[in-house]
């Protein structure tokens, strides 16, 4: 049993007794698998329609902590349902868990029916329709990076966090040697997302001791970031089965380098790459040149749902492969915008800002804002910046801290307009949380910096 499944393929596997448990799961704003467990019968009998969660859901934080502020739900208005609407077109099996199926669902308001205006996979949805009343299909590609480390969850968290061990001891970028070590969990982790019908191409070692990426086939823009999600999830799932801990935290600590998941993007128009040009410079065509000048334009505005928590802005450091500006150039690394595939079909942007811990759909989703706002506007391409972009004075930076990220989200007209009032206020509300929890918190560094000196 391998690849998607019909409904029908999982009656059969549930008559079987192959499969006897289904995942129902929905996306947070965390971008994580949320949801129940089901018997597989009564799955296929009855809640294959529709099932129900609390709309907290889209209204906490990491912890699972409900705070204030939040428009959508509160203490006040009860904290009510949403319907959890199955996409049958998600259902896959779980190989990596016995017996076990998953299917993913949007989430609906319990009263209209409509979709959740800032469900992630909704928000995602809203930008793939403004590309298609175009004319354009989005494909994208994520790449996941995270560590692995020689102990598991539990050991980590019953040591406080201190001594965290990575499961190899030296840089592991394109090292096979290094990364044989890793196969009892990057095996299964390959293996068991391709029979969930999820397209892995390969992982590889990347560039620090414990380091690795997983990536995943290009696809449209929607099935990319379910990709992405499961793929995390799996990752997580297989390391502690195998008593280890896999972790896309951007920057676990302050000497080694970031975990990053870059975005690669192409907009197809009738079964062709609409960024190609082969009479243009660099095969860009027109298209093309706005859809990259208008994320340039916006980088700022958009950083946000690159970069969502405290600790997504240590990683932007200068030469640590993440960027620290936001131009464009030709296959250069120390660009946060980076020109792949140069004069050639496959020509595509990478969007190199994004940390491993962004959310799929939201990062997608305001990249897509971003660009289309680019191609409306008419924008012009400025050319590539050469050199080492870390030098470049002249060049705006990414936001240096969630504070100013937020602030730039919050009034950044273009995703008002591209997303809406509600849904950019719902997650500068988020973002506001999450700043305001760090900034209650007394941290290691400023025990070990003034307990004795201050």
């Not at 990364?179 to 560039?207: C, D, Q, Y």
Request: glycine share 6%; net charge negative.
């Amino acid at each position: 049993m391998t690849g998607l499944m019909t409904f029908d393929e999982l009656k059969t596997a549930v008559a079987d007794a192959d499969i006897d448990t289904v995942l129902v799961c929905t996306i947070d704003m965390q971008g994580r698998l949320m949801g129940k467990r089901f018997h597989a019968q009564h799955f296929i009998d009855d809640a294959w329609e529709e099932t129900h969660c609390c709309n907290y859901m889209l209204a906490t934080d990491m912890e699972m902590a409900t705070p204030d502020g939040y428009a959508a739900t509160s203490w006040a208005a009860g904290y009510g349902d949403y319907i959890m609407k199955p996409d049958l077109g998600t259902i896959r099996p779980v190989p990596w868990l016995e017996g076990t199926a998953m299917v993913l669902c949007d989430l609906l308001d319990h009263q209209s029916h409509e979709e959740v205006e800032h469900a992630p996979r909704t928000v995602l949805k809203k930008q793939i329709a403004r590309a298609e009343a175009m004319g354009l299909t989005p494909f994208t590609a994520t790449e996941l990076e995270f560590f692995l480390f020689a102990q598991s969850f539990q050991d980590i968290t019953d040591s406080e966090f201190r001594d965290l061990t990575p499961i190899s001891g030296y840089n592991e970028d394109y090292h096979i040697f290094q990364t044989t070590k890793e196969e009892a969990i990057m095996r299964p982790v390959r293996n068991h997302l391709f029979a969930a019908g999820i397209p892995v191409e390969n992982s590889k070692g990347e560039a620090e001791a414990g380091q690795q990426e997983l990536n995943i086939k290009y696809s449209t823009a929607l099935k990319t970031a379910d990709h992405h999600s499961i793929a995390k999830h799996a990752t997580k799932e297989i390391a502690w089965q195998n008593g280890h801990a896999a972790s896309f935290l951007a920057k676990w600590r302050a000497d080694r380098v970031g975990s990053a998941s870059h975005v690669h993007q192409s907009l197809w128009r009738n079964g062709t790459n609409a960024f190609y040009d082969a009479d243009a410079k660099h095969g860009m065509s027109d298209l093309m040149r706005s859809y990259v000048a208008g994320q340039i334009k916006y980088a700022r505005d958009i950083t946000l749902f690159l970069a969502p928590y405290v600790n997504s802005y240590k990683r932007f450091q200068k030469g640590s492969f993440a960027p620290t500006k936001t131009s464009w150039s030709v296959d250069n690394r120390t660009a946060g915008f980076r020109l792949c595939g140069e004069g050639s079909k496959s020509v595509r942007i990478e969007c190199r800002i994004g940390g491993s811990d962004l959310n799929p759909y939201l990062a997608t989703a305001a990249l897509l804002a971003a660009g289309l706002a680019g191609i409306e506007e008419g924008l012009d391409l400025a050319p590539p910046i050469t050199g080492d972009v870390y030098e470049r004075d002249d060049v705006p930076e990414v936001p240096r801290s969630l504070r100013e990220a937020t602030t730039i989200f919050r009034d950044s007209k273009m995703l008002r307009v591209a997303m809406g009032d509600w849904v950019v206020d719902h997650y500068t509300r988020a973002a506001e949380v999450e700043q305001e929890d760090f900034d209650n918190a007394v941290t290691d560094y400023e025990l070990r910096r003034g307990l004795e000196r201050a």
